[in-house]
């Protein structure tokens, strides 16, 4: 089932993107106007599910018959029977809208107002799929995000939701990216640890990076 979040749910720090995005006094009245839009369009949605581990060795996991091949998602899932596969979106209501302003300053704000949006939109899904499942303490792997599973995974995620993802509105490219471009995908297992996806992610420079690269054998 996909889930939207409710406009008096949208409780996005509005001061805090006027600051960061430094609006000036004689564009504030325009970014007011843009922003309540925004906020009046927007749809987010998310979408997730419990799946059984079906199968499992050193380079790879099965889940209900999907193998992703990966031995980060292999080691990190053994001591667990599920996993917990997602997808979070702006949706595709405001994403539409942000395509159609010319203004690239507008577009601009638009596109931090959106990235905002998945922001709470993750947070509220991560709530939902815990209260569901009573889970506990949770880890998450993304396609593309670890040294040995690719964005191409996007496509195994993907088939794990089947149909429902449709429902969403998010669009998987050729190239494996998602549009509305403000989406995310994973796949959520308990654990005991404190893992994050940036232990295993070599870009460098990245401004959502949590957790230092830890160098694999591999690397040596």
């Known amino acids: 089932m996909v889930f939207k979040l409710k406009k008096e749910e949208l409780t996005i720090n509005k001061q805090a993107i006027i600051e960061k995005l430094r609006i000036s006094e004689d564009d504030i009245d325009e970014f007011n106007e843009i922003y309540e ?10 979408l997730f599910a419990k799946k059984e581990i079906t199968a499992i060795d050193e380079d790879s996991v099965q889940i209900e018959g999907i193998t992703i091949k990966s031995r980060i998602a292999s080691k990190n899932m053994r001591n667990t029977g599920y996993a917990y596969p997602y997808v979070v979106t702006c949706g595709h209501e405001i994403y539409e809208f942000a395509h159609s302003i ?9 596109d931090h107002i959106m990235e905002q949006l998945l922001y709470l939109t993750m947070v509220k899904m991560k709530q939902h799929m815990k209260a569901s499942y009573n889970l506990g303490k949770t880890a998450t792997v993304n396609p593309g995000s670890t040294v040995d599973w690719p964005i191409s995974g996007q ?5 794990l939701l089947s149909d429902e993802i449709k429902d969403t509105g998010i669009i998987l490219t050729p190239s494996f990216l998602m549009l509305p ?3 995310a995908s994973g796949v959520v297992f308990v654990t005991e640890e404190d893992y994050m996806n940036c232990q295993d992610c070599k870009r460098k420079n990245c401004p959502n990076r949590r957790k230092e690269y830890i160098q694999s054998a591999d690397d040596k």
């Open 37 to 46: 839009k925004c906020i009046n369009i927007a749809c987010p949605k998310y």
């Open 102 to 110: 010319s203004d690239p300053f507008v577009s601009y704000w638009i």
């Open 155 to 159: 496509s195994q995620l993907f088939a």
């Open 181 to 183: 471009n403000k989406s």
